[in-house]
């Protein structure tokens, strides 16, 4: 492996081969392990730490509850069969030593130790050390190998690590099959054989303080110093940032030349009945949105707005209030909804706040009143029938659905706007199907996309950086204060049972109560992220909540709907009307189910998380959550969101079967802390791992958004979002700007370029 190998004379570019460079063996096996195929993917495969060859802990030196990295040899490895113990069928005790002293590593269901740790191996070992009678332990370590398979061994691996300047040692995401030092070696022949060029521009480089690409790539992999490798990260994050903000300023311009239809506001329509007729007044906040969102539907260009609220914020009348000027223009509006339930919910819901004014054809309909039509898959055959032709007719103005509304042989008159509720519940795919409909004018329509999910303004800026967006922070006048516990069960027993006597209470006094659970049972194995249709976002934290030790990995399975209905009935609830809802019942039992308990014939309902959204019950006035710590923060936030709603103060119940002191328990006592939905966001981000939030954008082939934290560097991306929009001006596909064009494919793959063109 070496620079020799390239063709002499032969340039060295961010897009050349890996091949010519490293050698065919390395540069395949580069391309089947990590899909590395060019120079640029290998300069942008990052470290993702960095270990100091001075700072790693001699054995001697350790202390018991601290977290350390020891340079040792493996003395020997043993495993140990469990059967499925609590989740665990494998131990793997992995004794390593500096010649003096030793320490047991312990692995869990980690199978691949006893075949990639040979006795005899040097490797760096990293975790909190821990004793155990006389002996000094670490759980799970994060273990870097310092030898592989090539034939150079292992005292060329030893000068590899101690070559770097500083004592910097780079510690690079590993795959089976792929050693530290290929990686290191390979990333040091590429920097030596090639040639970079510095696609951004000298003024926002000295505008913002930024070291030059080569010299940032050269000290990421390579750095000298700490500080010339905080000089490289911040370059690199900018560059991350600028790539994703070109891609979503670009979207922008693009969408100020795709013509949609002008709806201004008539003082003497359906809009203008309906504000006459409100049993209310409307919020601060609700009027200055709808002002805004007016304004934007007046204009022959398309609406892209993000509508922000916290739960029971009002956002539902100013989306209607937003398609009755669209329809008093003479076109159609469509409302998404992710779940059959919530569709039901919304179309009842619209129906009886219109009251005559959304009764066309109905005898005591009111003058130049509307329609309301629910489309969805279960409807029966001459149901579905009769409102596909009510919406392609154009007889339908508000169509309410789910996905069904996306199927073939749905067609509209006239579609002029589209409200998307809760929008992270669809795919993009899903969502750009109805945003990129045509009109028989020609016109696009315009999209209202709403969420009661709070979203931090760093995941705004990059997520949804394409939308504009409004927030509606003020409750309206009679919502009902919260009080949310958390149940501690492992530590406090009684409490649990106390619980139920308190459900028993609210019901004695006239209300309901909802009881949450993560899981519906009886469901076939699945991974984790497995979810039914009609269910919410995959919620659960993948942590220990406070396990340590040998109990690590050993966690209870999540309790079911289904078990938990059928305890509570013959037990603490006995003698209360109980009912049961989740994604895998038949809609119409469903949608029964919902009904009954809107109009107070059931006590409780049990439910999966496929009430997290627009259920609206004001006589609920109490919720208990089972195994709350397998919710992320924003999703308890919005579960509670569904009591409260009436003249009765809210009652939440965070019940865990969580450890004090793990991560679990100190979301719980966040969200229990706090009744503002930004806040809880913020910091429902701060413990998140960032791929979570970006999804689709950190996956690909070439994507390399490693270094940019949402979390971190909400300066940075304010600044890249800033530059972005002078760079792009009318000039979208950068045909002025080569080297940034190039720069975006090499950060962002095409196919996620396109995620973020549709987000």
């Known amino acids: ?90 131990i793997t005790n992995v ?192 009027t200055a949105v709808g002002r805004t969102i007016s304004g934007d539907l007046a204009q022959p260009r398309p609406m892209n707005r993000l509508l922000q609220g916290e739960v029971g ?52 309909a009111a003058d130049g009143a509307t329609r309301v039509v629910l489309l969805t898959g279960s409807l029966p055959v001459p149901a579905r029938r009769k409102a596909l032709l009510q919406i392609v007719s154009g007889e339908a103005g508000i169509v309410v659905g789910t996905h069904a509304l996306l199927s073939a ?83 406090r027993p009684q409490w649990l049972d106390r619980a139920w006597q308190r459900v028993r209470e609210e019901v004695g006094k006239g209300h309901q109560v909802y009881v949450v659970c993560p899981k519906i049972g009886d469901e076939p194995e699945r991974g984790a992220k497995g979810r039914d249709r009609d269910e919410g976002p995959d919620g659960e934290w993948d942590d220990e909540d406070g396990a340590s030790g040998s109990d690590a990995g050993l966690r209870p399975p999540p309790l079911a709907v289904v078990d938990v209905a059928a305890e509570l009935a013959d037990g603490p609830l006995a003698g209360l009307s109980l009912g049961v809802v989740h994604g895998r019942l038949p809609p119409a039992e469903k949608d029964q189910v919902m009904r009954d308990f809107g109009a107070g014939d059931i006590d409780v309902l049990v439910a999966t998380t496929v009430i997290e959204v627009g259920v609206d019950v004001p006589n609920a006035s109490m919720m208990v959550i089972m195994d709350a710590e397998r919710f992320g923060m924003s999703q308890l936030h919005q579960l509670r969101g569904r009591v409260g709603r009436g003249s009765a103060p809210g009652i939440c119940l965070l019940v865990t079967r969580a450890l004090e002191g793990g991560r679990g328990r100190a979301r719980l006592a966040a969200v229990a802390a706090s009744a503002d939905g930004f806040e809880l966001a913020e910091a429902d981000l701060a413990q998140r791992r960032e791929g979570d939030v970006l999804g689709t954008v950190q996956s690909g082939k070439n994507t390399s958004l490693r270094q940019l934290s949402l979390l971190r560097d909400r300066e940075v991306i304010e600044q890249a979002r800033a530059d972005a929009g002078g760079l792009v001006g009318d000039d979208p596909t950068l045909a002025s700007w080569p080297g940034l064009a190039r720069m975006v494919a090499d950060v962002i793959a095409a196919e996620n370029q396109e995620f973020l063109e549709k987000a």
């Not at 570019?13 to 096996?29: I, M």
């Not at 993702?48 to 040792?72: P, S």
């Not at 004794?95 to 760096?124: I, S, Y």
């Not at 706040?353 to 005898?363: D, M, N, Q, S």
């Open 95 to 286: 004794v390593v030593g500096d010649g003096n002293l030793e320490l047991t590593c312990t692995f869990f269901n980690q199978h691949q130790w006893k075949r990639n740790l040979p006795v005899g191996t040097d490797a760096m070992f990293s975790g909190k050390v821990t004793q155990f009678r006389r002996t000094l332990q670490m759980t799970s370590p994060s273990v870097v190998l310092l030898a592989d398979d090539s034939t150079e061994g292992r005292a060329g691996d030893l000068e590899t690590i101690e070559s770097f300047a500083g004592g910097i040692i780079p510690v690079y995401p590993l795959v089976e099959g792929i050693g530290q030092s290929v990686l290191q070696k390979s990333v040091d022949l590429v920097l030596q054989a090639c040639t970079l060029e510095d696609p951004l521009p000298d003024v926002l480089a000295a505008r913002h303080g930024l070291t030059g690409l080569a010299r940032a790539l050269q000290h990421i992999h390579r750095p000298g110093d700490r500080e010339a490798l905080a000089a490289a990260q911040h370059r690199l994050r900018y560059d991350e940032a600028l790539s994703v903000q070109l891609v979503l300023a670009a979207r922008r311009a693009a969408a100020q030349d795709t013509p949609a239809p002008a709806c201004p506001e008539r003082p003497d329509g359906l809009l203008a009945e309906f504000n006459g007729r409100l049993p209310f007044t409307l919020t601060r906040g609700q």
């Open 409 to 491: 042989g749905v067609d509209f008159a006239d579609l002029g706007l589209v409200v998307v509720d809760e929008q992270h519940r669809f795919g993009v795919e899903q969502r750009d199907t109805l945003r990129t409909r045509r009109s028989p004018s020609g016109t696009t329509p315009h999209v209202l996309v709403m969420t009661a999910t709070p979203i931090p303004r760093t995941v705004a800026m990059t997520v949804y950086g394409d939308l504009d967006t409004s927030i509606l922070s003020e409750l309206p006048a009679g919502r009902s204060p919260i009080t949310t516990t958390v149940v501690p069960v492992e530590e």
């Open 313 to 364: 914020s009002g956002k539902t009348i100013v989306a209607l209030r937003a398609m009755l000027q669209v329809i008093d223009a003479g076109r159609q509006t469509a409302l998404l909804a992710p779940t059959e339930v919530l569709a039901a919910q919304h179309a009842r819901s619209l129906r009886a706040t219109l009251g005559p004014l959304g009764r066309a054809g109905e005898l005591d």
């Open 1 to 90: 492996m070496s620079p020799a190998d390239a063709p002499r004379g032969a340039r060295v570019e961010q897009s050349s081969a890996l091949a010519p460079v490293l050698g065919a063996r390395t540069a395949a096996k580069l391309a089947d392990k990590l899909r590395l195929t060019t120079v640029g993917e290998l300069l942008r495969y990052y470290p993702r730490k960095y270990d100091e060859r001075g700072k790693l802990t001699d054995l001697a030196g350790l202390v018991v509850d601290e977290r350390a990295t020891v340079w040792a040899k493996v003395r020997s490895v043993t495993e140990r069969q469990l059967g499925n113990r609590r989740g665990v069928r494998l």
